[in-house]
């Protein structure tokens, strides 16, 4: 059974920085793409970013490019959201997703498995 736990969210200043980090179990996680969505109040879920297998492609939303830093280790079988320069608009539900295949995916329907959440909220 394929287990996503998120951590590392919780409530900061504008201008700060959050690191979260989602620990898989129950795959071989290194085949995999694994990917960062977010869901703000009132809205859908979003593609935030993604990083391929090897963590040798990365992609990004324009909303946190330059911002947001994704990356992996395959020995830890775990996947980090550096989070820098925090906006009230960033505040949202983010969720770690393990994609089906070993690209980085940005499309949430290339996501077969999900964390439960973990919680952003940036005050202005």
């Known amino acids: 059974q394929v287990q996503l736990i998120e951590s590392g969210g919780g409530l900061v200043q504008a201008g700060g920085s959050l690191r979260l980090s989602c620990a898989a179990s129950?795959?071989?996680?290194?085949?995999?793409?694994m990917g960062w969505f977010r869901q703000p109040p009132g809205k859908e879920r979003e593609f935030v970013a993604a990083i391929s297998w090897s963590g040798g492609s990365t992609r990004y939303a324009d909303s946190v490019k330059g911002r947001f830093t994704i990356s992996r280790d395959n020995a830890k079988n775990t996947v980090y959201l550096q989070m820098n320069t925090l906006k009230p608009e960033d505040t949202a539900v983010y969720y770690c997703?393990?994609?089906?295949?070993?690209?980085?995916?940005?499309?949430?329907?290339?996501?077969?498995?999900w964390g439960q959440g973990t919680q952003v909220t940036v005050s202005s």
């Open positions: 129950g795959r071989r996680f290194s085949d995999y793409g």
């Open positions: 997703g393990l994609a089906r295949y070993n690209g980085a995916n940005l499309y949430h329907e290339s996501y077969d498995y």
